[in-house]
């Protein structure tokens, strides 16, 4: 049966945007993406989309973008700021938290069938070891770590409070990491995956993540929008990957020789403290900082049952995304082929 419904989609020029644009091209559907004036990426977008230039948090450019006359709207929302220090900024809250806001009111105003909001797993309180993290019941800002982590929570709130309390049909899906082809974005786990190809990456850190190819959590996100129940929020996550598993993936896929020196922990403490105050004193990204060493660390299973069950969720072979990642890399020429 035919999609006759136009998908409003902001952050459509970002990773995981870029995919689910991609797949919903694919399948026939009408996609309106909501892309920021100046961003290069743009030019990634599939051909088929719609795109209108905006900005969360200018109503009058966001009035322009749901401006689409006597059709069905659904609106898939994943535009953010992912912020990687701790300390506050107000353009992040203002682009993830009031920028949420906006499109809530304009998902109301406009009728919007429904919402599908891109939060993020953190937002989720971490457990210890041995046990793992589901969707939250309530969230409490003093037990998330990150700032980032924090608006999300916030902006993941406000829409479950429209839901309750304003008839707001939207449904929340929490990924966890994002990894796979098409990174035209630069995350950091192609950028993690080009330096090791080039001789970056000598030594390796300890710890574990978890991540998801982005073509399996657009799938997800899109399978949100029919199946995903209002006011419920699903965590699309993946196995944890262990760093030196991770080494052997990249190193199988590309042919670059294994790094096998894991840096011990205190060792990995002080490079650190070193490194920040590096970048400090530069004004550069340091090489790794507190919030990067705390996510490596920390627990990193989480549950993804209830979107298998009720959304269908699936996720490949995790050492299929980094071969196809690789690859892809090779083909933008960022590693030696």
């Known amino acids: 049966m035919e999609d006759s419904r136009i998908y409003l989609l902001t952050g459509a020029a970002g990773f995981l945007g870029n995919n689910i644009a991609r797949q919903l091209v694919e399948k026939g559907c009408r996609v309106r ?8 990426a743009v030019k990634h977008i599939p051909e088929g989309v719609e795109i209108v230039y905006g900005d969360l948090t200018d109503k009058t450019s966001l009035e322009n973008f749901f401006d689409v006359e006597k059709e069905q709207l659904v609106c ?9 220090k701790e300390e506050p900024s107000e353009l992040v809250y203002r682009v993830n938290v009031e920028g949420t806001q906006n499109i809530i009111d304009f998902c109301l105003e406009k009728n919007v069938e429904k919402l599908v909001y891109v939060s993020s797993t953190g937002t989720v309180a971490e457990l210890p070891h041995g046990e793992f993290m589901r969707e939250p019941e309530k969230f409490d800002l003093d037990k998330i770590v990150g700032y980032y982590g924090k608006t999300k929570a916030m902006a993941t709130q406000l829409v479950f409070d429209a839901v309750k309390e304003k008839g707001l049909k939207a449904c929340v899906v929490y990924p966890t990491g994002i990894c796979g082809p098409n990174d035209y974005a630069g995350g950091p786990v192609s950028t993690f995956i080009e330096q090791y190809c080039n001789g970056g990456n000598k030594v390796g850190f300890p710890g574990s993540f978890n991540s998801v190819d982005v073509r399996d959590l657009a799938a997800g996100t899109i399978a949100a929008v029919d199946k995903g ?6 965590i699309l996550g993946n196995d944890v990957v262990w760093m030196k598993d991770m080494f052997a993936y ?15 922990m205190p060792l990995t403490r002080i490079i650190v403290k070193v490194s920040e105050t590096i970048g400090r004193l530069t004004n550069k990204a340091p090489l790794i900082t507190e919030l990067m060493l705390y996510n490596l660390v920390r627990n990193n299973a989480y549950d993804s049952s209830k979107a298998k069950k009720e959304l269908g969720y699936q996720t490949r072979p995790f050492a299929d995304t980094i071969y196809d990642e690789v690859e892809w890399l090779k083909e933008e020429h960022r590693v030696s082929a």
């Open 76 to 84: 898939i929302h994943c535009a953010s700021i992912v912020y990687l």
């Open 33 to 40: 993406g909501l892309v920021l004036q100046g961003d290069k």
């Open 229 to 234: 129940r209002i006011g419920e929020g699903y």
């Open 250 to 264: 990249i190193s199988h896929a590309s042919g670059v020789k294994m790094t096998k020196i894991i840096l011990p």
